[in-house]
């Protein structure tokens, strides 16, 4: 059974801080996205890994996919209130491409 | 979210009744997945739909649920005979599948089903 764990599950932060949430599995996927989700709503998908070692910013969001495709960070620069919320790693798998996800991490930015 | 519709967005059903959970994909999107958000667990995988064909049901119940995704039409979640541990948020997804790498799923807003 291919599982991911993400870590931390939750964090509270001041506004302007750096932080770094870690998604990692014993089984490789052949891509891994990072979602955010709004209480009452889906998960909006923000990016999309594919190669392994690849990084992908977006903003203040800096995305990397591990080398051999196990794992994947999200960092967040200079976080800000409205950077708040749930955010989901998953990993695709098999031939099918249905979703693992991690837990989830819950993050609060104080301002 | 990228145009995936689900509806209703909230549907209360005494045990023992039926729920059917709509899913419109993205425009020109032919493949759906549905997974399920259980109070206070992650979002789970439950079946993958391509146009008039199952791919993948190896995340749904055995018994009382079913799925399908007709030629024409939205895909559709049906559990029959619905119990307490039912209650979830269902979400669906649509992809593209244009590029097998990426595999870029995108989510409704999903439909909390309450079994009362």
Known sequence: ?111 | NAGVMQNPRHLVRRRGQEARLRCSPVKGHSHVYWYRQLPEEGLKFMVYLQKENIIDESGMPKERFSAEFPKEGPSILRIQQVVRGDSAAYFCASSPQRDRGAREQYFGPGTRLTVT
Request: net charge neutral.
């Open chain 1, 1 to 111: 059974t291919q599982l991911l764990e993400q870590s931390p599950q939750f964090l509270s932060i001041q506004e302007g801080e750096n932080l770094t949430v870690y998604c990692n599995s014993s089984s490789v996927f052949s891509s891994l996205q990072w979602y955010r989700q709004e209480p009452g709503e889906g998960p909006v998908l923000l990016v999309t890994v594919v190669t392994g070692g690849e990084v992908k910013k977006l903003k203040r969001l800096t995305f990397q996919f591990g080398d051999a495709r196990k794992d994947s960070s999200l960092h967040i620069t200079a976080a800000q209130t409205g950077d708040t919320g749930l955010y989901l790693c998953a990993g695709a798998s098999g031939n099918t491409g249905k979703l693992i996800f991690g837990q989830g991490t819950t993050l609060q930015v104080k301002p």
